[in-house]
């Protein structure tokens, strides 16, 4: 099993920043991607951004230009750096991660955080 603990939620003003983290533990094999989905009351839930093993990353639209996400290999963790918070991005965030083991791939989910942007 594999277990994702996710820490950095909160209730911020507009303008303002948060850091979550998310580190993955237990019978890890090789984590190809890590990432961040997120979901508000009565919408799906959506990607915000992902980063391959290697580096690369993909982010939403919505939080290009506001949002940083990065990694540590050898911590097997993720994090994602909000600045610039809008209300709009309240929801909460699921951290999430894909692991290859034998040829197959696997998708692992945290329980998810709630941030919250309000004055």
């Known amino acids: 099993q594999v277990q994702l603990v996710e820490s950095g939620g909160g209730l911020v003003q507009p303008g303002g920043s948060l850091r979550l983290s998310c580190a993955a533990s237990?019978?890890?094999?090789?984590?190809?991607?890590m990432g961040w989905y997120r979901q508000a009351p009565g919408t799906q839930r959506e990607l915000v951004a992902y980063?391959?093993?290697?580096?690369?990353?993909n982010y939403a639209d919505s939080v290009k230009g506001r949002f940083t996400i990065s990694r540590d290999n050898a911590k097997n963790t993720v994090y994602l750096q909000m600045n610039s918070l809008k209300p709009e991005d309240t929801a909460v965030y699921y951290c999430?991660?894909?692991?290859?083991?034998?040829?197959?791939?696997?998708?692992?989910w945290g329980q998810g955080t709630q941030v919250t942007v309000s004055s």
């Open positions: 980063i391959t093993r290697g580096g690369s990353t």
């Open positions: 237990g019978s890890i094999g090789s984590i190809y991607l």
């Open positions: 999430m991660t894909d692991i290859v083991n034998s040829g197959f791939t696997t998708r692992y």
